[in-house]
């Protein structure tokens, strides 16, 4: 067992993680130490072998693993101190986390900590999808590492659950692995491939691949004793059951936060993203721990991740130098259709700026009037065209400053 | 030539494995036939995972005899074999006045059934035991005996150590055929591959009653009985204490909340009678059912994520009791209809069999030495290698986690792809590891778990993942080179 001693200990080496030990390292952190579980750092970027990453954080195009590979290199010239294969197994108190490695057990204590563990998708079960359980179930990431990182075989007839952005990639996936993409299936009334998926969407799936994106739709069995052999989809207006014969299905999307070592710790969780409750300065309810990244709330792109890595390296470095915790903070409930808000709740500094706030929907909604309110009294009412499931939408920060800081809790909510 | 064996034992489930390891304590050429590619791949695999006492049984049916002779005898082997288990208790909650009205006449069968631990308790005790039970309990009635097992360890515990005492392993051998002569049973397997045996032993499960027909009889018929299950997220385990059991029916013992020996909270079973014996699907009703219940009974539960659903088939028969019979003419027992208690009663059903064989003139005569083996321990309440210091500086591998929801290390792989019964395919490896079993369900290790299993055994990863059957399949014969007494099996 061995024990060490650092400033910044951060869990997690993806996109939020990386970002931050740079931008601490820059802000003059002397000791600051990433732990990650994999054998390799850089965190999901490394599973996408497509382009699009880059362009916010280094102004160029890289795929997933050259982009992880530059945050990796950059926090290493820096004099980050990165372990992989070190999993964090429990807190000891408040600033200390015990791991095991290959190398044994230990202990790491820090001044401060950032939690940066990620996301991962809903698999089949929890979806509760009833039927057999075959081999050739996946879910996106499973899928990514089957192909790109292992190049095992995956099938030969796919249908991919979801139609949002990720699906796109599980779609291209499938692509490269030679497999053919028999439709995407959603239960919405509408796919959700808007902007920037676009015009991809069209040039790929309308286009070139003519795959079909059944809407409206719910899986409702899955066949097949030892190998998929199909699924039953259900029609949801009608009820009119299906079967579309395939071998493979991949489950895309819905995000579940890896919450595990933040729920060790007995943060307080909020029951939207599922996730750490933290306010505008990403601090949980726990003095000296911050978190950032998807762990925050599934799943936003790497560019936004860093990004937020990077504000929790400032507000770091800042309670390192002293700032205070706020000892009291406003949580922001979300009501249904409506699936989360960030942040999710607002410190007193939070009520003297007037950023802007995002938030996800899970139904579709049109012509959509989205109110925040403090117990009865309004504070802000904004309408949208349409609220997308799988979308971030942004919500004016104007209001903050009407918040009474001692009152009540604040409610997030479509009107009428 | 076919191999001659004293005795033949057809399935290799929890029963079929602890009579095979029973009857290797002894001067016998013994061969246990598993239609299956691995061991424990039947009922015993997809159950409630519970040790059950017995407390409810039927008095004086052989179901009651066997659970109550084979308690102290699993006590002992699971110290010894390292099963994990939990000696948590079952609190078994009326929920409505009629229920608690019957609670004093369970309290007699448990005293009938030789379990006197029980006691009854008012509502007010209930809660101070369970206090996330949804409220409007009446009572209950406390069973210290009702534990958790691993049934996935059990049965590979005693096949291993049947093996190791000589005992002949042949997988993938389904029984097609029984003729029967002077010599005693042939046994036609695949492929034209034959077994001879002067006496049978048919712990078939849910095909007992065909093997039993092979035979000539027409005593039972097996119907399979449908239990679908969902199994709660590490984070519900905190949720209870106990295994949370209903009042039984005639039909079943019902939907019970339990946690389980992984750390997960299981919600089930249903109980639905099919006609088809290899249907393990779970359907939408099934999986609805089980929520609305869990729902009423623990309503914190339903906000936790879910990380598996199963179903399994319970052996059930027209009959209300086990259908163990000797055929002392025929030197054949058979062991049948052992519906939803085989894992509890296994090693009473072991110690029973060896009785009536010895009855049917088969001579049991102990052998000077019996091996016995420690299996790799997978619960929670016995040390992980990945939180043993002492382990992981002899073998870093034990440091070196592949599956991170079940903290499953590469250490573990590879020791059970190299076992004396080695995993070979991935549904082998996860009950012996866990690995890929957890909440993230592979999103996150399933690639590598393949990668590891395909470079271990030297199989294609196409075989592995069921895209090619590798027909026709190949029965696969295990012995042990050390097993003293063992005689080279050729087939």
Known sequence: MTTQETDVLVVGAGPAGLSSAIALKRLGVDRVTVVDREPEPGGMPRLCHH??????????????????????HQALTLGVEIRTETTIIGWEDGHTLAYTSPQGLGVLRARAILLATGVRERPRSARLVPGFRPRGIFTTGSLQRFVDQRHLPVGRRAVIVGAEGVSLSAFFTLH???????????????HQMGFPYAPVKWLWVDLLRRTPIRTGVRISHIWGPKRVEGVEIVHQGSGRREFIPCDTVVFTGEWIPEHEVARQGGLVMDPGTRGPQVDGALRTSLPGVFAAGNLLRGAETAATSAQEGRLAAQRMAAFLEGQPWPAHRLPIQVEAPLLWVFPNSLAPEDLTTT?????????FVAKATVEVRQGKRLLHAQTYRRLVPNETLRLQGHWRPQVDPQGE???????? | MPTSYDIAIIGAGAVGTAIARELSRYQLRVVLLEAKADVGMGTTKANTAI?????DAQPGTLEARLLRRSYPLLEAYVAQAGIPTERLGGLLVAWTEEQFRTLPSLLQRAHA?????????????????????NHGAWGGLYVPGESLICPFTLPIAYATEALLNGVTLKLRFPVQAVHQGPEGH????????TVRARYLVNAAGLYSDEIDRMLGHHDFTVTPRRGELIVFDKFARSLINHIILPVPTPITKGVLISPTVYGNVLLGPTAEDLDDKTNTATSEQGLQSLLEKGQAILPALLQEEVTATYAGLRAATEHKDYQIRLHAAQRYVCVGGIRSTGVSASLGIAAYVAELLAEAGLPLRPKAHFKTFRMPNIGEAGPRPYRQDDLIAQNPDYGRIVCHCEKVTLGEILDAIHSPIPARTLDALRRRTRATQGRCQGFNCQAQVVDILAQETGQDPRFLLALEDD??????TLTHPAADEAKEDQP
Do not use: C, M
Request: aromatic share 12%; no cysteine; hydrophobic share 35%.
């Open chain 1, 176 to 190: 490269k692995a030679g497999v053919e993409v028999a439709a995407f299936l959603t239960e919405h009334p509408h």
């Open chain 2, 51 to 55: 040790w059950h006492t017995g407390f």
């Open chain 1, 51 to 72: 382009t699009g990453f880059g362009l916010w954080d280094f102004h160029r195009l890289y795929s997933g693993p050259a982009y992880a590979r530059r945050y990796v």
């Open chain 1, 409 to 416: 809790e604040l409610t997030l909510r479509v009107s009428g």
């Open chain 2, 186 to 193: 042939l046994l036609i397997g695949p492929q034209g591959q």
């Open chain 2, 113 to 133: 059934n030789g379990v006197t631990d029980v006691r009854i308790l008012s509502a007010e005790e209930v809660y101070r035991l369970e206090p996330r039970l």
């Open chain 1, 355 to 363: 950023q802007p706030l995002t938030f996800r929907t899970a139904q």
């Open chain 2, 471 to 476: 027909d026709p399949p190949v029965p696969r």
